[in-house]
């Protein structure tokens, strides 16, 4: 089984900064894929950024330019560093990754982390 855990998010004013963290744990042999998603109020959920372990990295049109997504793999880690925030970003973000774990590769997300922008 694979655990995956968010932190870092909270209230910050339009303009501020904010950087996430997303730490797998359990049965990993090799993670394939790391991304950030969220979900505001009455919205879908939607990808803000991946990377695939061969380097690959996609980001979402509203987030081009402001938000980062970077790795740790040695720790199975990933951050997402959002700067220029902006009232629209506020909703729960979730990490989501596809494990190999010696059977099959599976997906797995967090419980998300909330992130609110506010003034």
């Known amino acids: 089984q694979v655990q995956l855990v968010e932190s870092g998010g909270g209230l910050v004013q339009p303009g501020g900064s904010l950087r996430l963290s997303c730490a797998a744990s359990g049965s990993i042999l090799s993670i394939n894929y790391m991304g950030w998603y969220r979900q505001a109020p009455g919205k879908q959920r939607e990808l803000v950024a991946d990377y695939f372990t061969g380097g690959r990295i996609n980001y979402a049109d509203s987030v081009k330019g402001r938000f980062s997504i970077s790795s740790d793999n040695a720790k199975n880690m990933v951050f997402l560093q959002m700067n220029s925030l902006k009232p629209e970003d506020t909703a729960v973000y979730y990490c989501?990754?596809?494990?190999?774990?010696?059977?099959?590769?599976?997906?797995?997300w967090g419980k998300g982390t909330l992130v609110t922008v506010s003034s």
């Open positions: 989501n990754a596809n494990v190999y774990s010696g059977k099959s590769a599976i997906d797995y």
